[in-house]
């Protein structure tokens, strides 16, 4: 043994004492506690060149995978197919086999989306059932309206899609457009249930030009059951190509617009139940926090 700080002073009679502890196969802590070298620094000086013991080399657990992942992909795998067959991830993967040539393409890259497909189409398939079947449901929840439920209903779905007074624009006019023929129905429903005559309601289709328009108005006119006469002029919108728009198609029959005649105490009335609805909602959900 060495004796206090005065050893460093000879520093090659320390690095051979270092490096035949190391040689007798002495860890590097087991030479710092045997020396008393505490600064490692100097320790790796007195070892510089000295290689440490078989004993002291931890095996690596990934060197097999490394290993087989390139044998992998020397035989043409992927990433995605190595992945698989090895259970590592594909950033590891990516590391080992960089080096080495990229499988060639046995598909084109129309094949393999086509692959691809097929194998997403049962999952779709359960997919789209499952929607079905929770909407379907769903429905069913409802049940029959009551006259009230349409009610409300109604004010509801006017307050959201028709037209509104403003304080800068005075337009107490019944109003409403929309594209989703259930929401025509229901609104028509709810207007016989006011009692709105057949007579006082005008309606008018707006539609880009390029879609069918003899079509679209034959469709809503077969949908409300209303006379020719009660059609005013078809709005036509301009189309720009320039567009991606995704209303297109046979199904693309463009808007409704139904007016009510003479609405003007209508419309007041609709404010006036909205706000009662408004202020009905907010008890209720007082009455509920507490």
């Not at 624009?169 to 129905?185: A, H, K, L, Q, Y």
């Not at 539609?207 to 409300?224: G, K, V």
């Not at 005013?232 to 198609?249: F, I, L």
């Amino acid at each position: 043994m060495t004796n206090a700080p005065s050893r460093y002073a000879d520093f090659e009679s320390l690095r051979e004492q270092a490096v035949a502890l190391r040689r007798e196969g002495l860890s590097r802590r087991r030479i710092r506690d045997r020396l008393r070298v505490h600064n490692n620094d100097l320790l790796n000086r007195l070892l510089e060149g000295e290689p440490p013991p078989e004993w002291t080399k931890r095996p690596n657990a990934k060197d097999d995978l490394r290993a087989k992942a390139r044998e992998l992909r020397l035989q043409g795998m992927t990433y995605d197919r190595i992945q698989v067959e090895l259970g590592c991830s594909k950033s590891s993967i990516s590391l080992w086999v960089r080096d080495l040539p990229k499988p060639e393409r046995k598909r084109t890259r129309e094949q393999a989306s086509e692959i691809a497909r097929r194998g997403w189409e049962p999952v779709m398939r359960r997919r789209e059932a499952e929607r079905i079947r929770t909407k379907k449901a769903a429905e069913a929840e409802i049940g029959t309206l009551t006259p009230r439920e349409l009610f409300l209903a109604g004010v509801n779905l006017y307050w959201a899609e028709g037209t509104k007074d403003k304080t800068y624009e005075r337009r107490e006019t019944v109003s409403f457009v929309n594209s989703d023929p259930g929401m025509i129905e229901v609104y028509l429903a709810w207007l016989r249930l006011l009692g709105v005559e057949a007579e006082r309601l005008r309606f008018y289709v707006h539609i880009h030009e390029s879609a069918d328009i003899p079509a679209a108005e034959q469709y809503w006119a077969d949908l409300t059951g209303a006379a020719p006469s009660a059609f005013g002029k078809t709005t036509v919108k301009k189309h720009s190509p320039k567009t991606n728009r995704n209303n297109t198609g046979a199904n693309y029959r463009g808007c409704l617009v139904v007016r009510v005649l003479q609405s003007a105490d209508l419309y007041r009335r609709i404010e006036g139940w909205w706000y009662g609805i408004v202020g009905a909602a907010k008890q209720a959900d007082q009455k509920n926090r507490t």
